[in-house]
């Protein structure tokens, strides 16, 4: 399956008659947007805002980040089960608008939504600070469950990202990437020298807002399953949780998976990329044995030598995570685990909830309970008033200047578990 991205750098934002991308500018229609979504029964408001990097802004609670693409030649279109028909993403030309972010904020939903900076030193933790970020400030109408809110503010960044998405339709990308994977025994015949790797793929699927979605389906549902990469990178999965700020995968992370897209680069040089199994992370030890057991069998399946395990969130998915290595390495496959930490404000906790000795290489996203202070912003989007029951957050964390004292574990993304931010660690 070939997917080509073609790639237009977004160098400004603002609002505008009409929207459009005109000389690596976008424009924006605010009236348009606002309207579209309005279309959401449960929404009662909403509030469009534009923030920039090196501005002095904060931007909470953070619900889901998705960057606006548009689908061009090939089957489907964007977010095909969540926007568009059920049709096989991957294939054909997909533009997206590179440097661009629509973030979805307002009212919180769950207590594990996060903060956006700027500028100051809370822009250092997140990706996002990089991104011109257009901001959709929601109210929820009076009386709705806390599912209903998250689903219309869901479905109303994806219905944004989508319509700014179609005004790259038409633009001459600046770069096209082409990403291929060929079935299975074609490319194990054409690099047959190379060791075959593949990656497993966790995602967050506890129930209680901890939600993602695969074409559609709620991934708790699927049993662990084989996708071809370019399918994420093309749509088909979304983020709808509310797990801990600092290492939720949003959207736009699923969009921009870099795993996916360094072992991309590797490919055909000194590994064959043999494609990606999803697999979810569960409450009940029976449904956690089980997809750990279906994500050993598929990497043994496809003949992998090794594979790279990601997870999402911390505590019971740890569980999963030690299990699907544990059982792969039982394998006879080499297995490297993409984590973050929670050893406590001092670094001397354990780290994890659950260990192995075939879990000896590790790659971690940091220390999520490394304590910060953020300094006051000029301009708020959204509201701060939740800040000392967020996760991360704690009595007093909000201070009467506006400065914020809590965990980086607050921030979206600081920690993320794809490796999509700045900290990691080496071993000495």
Request: glycine share 10%; proline share 5%.
């Amino acid at each position: 399956m070939k997917l080509e991205l073609g790639r237009i750098t977004i160098t400004g934002v603002q609002f505008g008659e009409t929207t459009k991308v005109d000389k690596g500018v976008l424009y924006i229609n605010k009236a348009e947007i606002t309207s579209l979504v309005l279309e959401e029964e449960h929404i009662k408001n909403v509030t469009v805002e534009i923030a920039l990097p090196g501005e002095k802004t904060r931007i909470s609670p953070v619900k889901d980040v998705i960057e606006p693409r548009v689908k061009v030649s090939g089957p489907g279109g964007i977010f095909p089960g969540t926007r568009s028909k059920v049709s096989t993403a991957g294939s054909g030309r997909t533009h997206t608008l590179c440097g661009v972010a629509v973030v979805t904020c307002g009212k919180i939903v769950g207590f594990q939504e996060g903060i956006i900076d700027m500028s100051g030193p809370g822009a250092q933790y997140t990706p996002f600070s990089g991104t011109r970020n257009i901001c959709l400030v929601i109210e929820p109408r009076e009386g709705l469950s806390q599912y209903e809110y998250e689903a219309a503010a869901r479905m109303a960044g994806f219905k944004v990202a989508e319509y700014i998405g179609t005004a790259a339709k038409d633009i001459t990308p600046d770069a096209v990437e082409v990403y291929e994977t060929k079935p299975l025994f074609e490319a194990a015949g054409e690099y047959p020298g190379l060791p075959k790797v593949g990656y497993v793929y966790m995602l967050q699927t506890q129930g209680l807002l901890h939600d993602t979605y695969v074409y559609g389906v709620d991934a708790k549902k699927i049993v662990p399953t084989i996708l071809y990469p370019t399918e994420i990178m093309d749509g088909a999965i979304v983020s709808g949780n509310c797990v801990s700020a600092c290492d939720k995968n949003t959207t736009y992370h699923h969009q921009n998976n870099p795993i996916i897209h360094d072992l991309y680069e590797r490919h055909g040089k000194d590994i064959n990329f043999t494609g990606v199994i999803i697999t979810n992370e569960n409450v009940y030890l029976a449904d956690k044995e089980r997809s750990s057991d279906w994500t050993a069998k598929l990497c043994r399946y496809l003949g992998l030598d090794a594979a790279i395990i990601s997870q999402e969130g911390f505590g019971n998915p740890d569980t999963d995570l030690i299990m699907n290595c544990k059982k792969i390495e039982a394998e006879g496959i080499k297995t490297v685990i993409v984590t973050d930490e929670y050893a406590g404000r001092d670094g001397k906790s354990q780290s994890l909830a659950d260990a192995d000795p075939a879990a000896d290489a590790v790659v971690t996203g940091g220390n999520a309970n490394e304590v910060i202070v953020l300094p006051p912003m000029d301009r708020i989007i959204g509201m701060l008033d939740y800040t000392d029951k967020i996760a991360g957050g704690f009595d007093g964390s909000l201070r009467p200047d506006g400065s914020i004292e809590a965990e980086i574990q607050i921030i979206t993304g600081a920690t993320n578990e794809l490796g999509f931010n700045r900290m990691s660690a080496r071993e000495q």
